[in-house]
């Protein structure tokens, strides 16, 4: 019973930053024929060019990325994503497009700030918008290259079609300051490193570290000693994902409650954090 009203109110949490997002698109970005960054980006650019239904293009584009994503970023991830992604093309049929401001320079980064603040409230709960992240995720676990470069090098192509289409460099340079605005957002209401480790202190080793590695992620137990009690515990170190850190922490809570975990930012990791799984 309290698993399933967990998940009920995840999904409902997924539900409310959609319809911030789409409130971005629709209110702000749209209506100035700007980009958000990632997959929503590639379905403007195609709804702009073509006059088919944004929302539902952005379903159809990710629905794919995310199911590719299943067995690399975990069920439960995809699974709220993929509610998200759903309420985000439903709210947008709901939601009439209709210019907030007539200040482009606004409309970018107010629209830039509620996208960045609905996909931050969707990750800080499990799951996410879909987008170039989760591709370039996946791709880094083949290829041996840094997310960071990958996100950056699809929205930069994403950018320059806008700018061939539109022919209006100015459009373009506000779409680039949409996409910056919104992973500033990201940045301070999550997290702003796509990685990160959790340091465990627990009782209950062997069961919590099955789980962890169910993610599937390493982990490495190092016996500590508490300096106030002179208690020897075991402590659990992993390395994460920031889309996996939901349910880390999920799965920590119930696996044990008086568990000591503290996550801290991971800048780079060398080793066979990427190797396919």
Sequence with gaps: MKRA??????AGVMVAGAAVISAGFRLLLIPQEMLSG????????????????????????????LLWGWRALGRRFVLLSLVSVFA????????????LSGDPLLSAVFGGA???????ISLRYGGSTGGFDII???????????????????NTAVVAALGIYS????????????????????DAVHTPHRK???????????????????LPRGVTILKTKGAFTSAERDLLMTVTTRY???????LVRDTDPKAFVNVVQTIDVIGEFRQRR
């Design 5 to 10: 009203s967990s998940r009920l109110a995840a």
């Design 88 to 99: 985000v093309s439903l709210s947008m049929q709901l939601i009439p497009e209709r210019s």
């Design 136 to 154: 370039a995720s996946i791709v880094s676990r083949y290829r041996n290259m840094p997310v960071g470069i990958v996100i950056f090098a699809l």
């Design 244 to 250: 996996e850190l939901a349910e880390l922490r999920k």
């Design 196 to 214: 990160v480790t959790a340091f465990i202190v627990t009782n209950r080793t062997q069961e919590l570290a099955e789980r962890l590695l169910s």
């Design 38 to 65: 990632g997959i929503s980006g590639v379905a403007m650019i195609v709804g702009y060019i073509t006059g088919l239904n944004i929302g539902w293009l952005y379903l159809a584009f990710n629905v794919p990325v």
């Design 167 to 186: 022919r209006n460099v100015d459009v373009s340079l506000y779409s680039m300051l949409s996409i910056f605005v919104t992973g500033k957002v990201i």
């Design 114 to 120: 509620l996208v960045g603040a609905g996909t931050a």
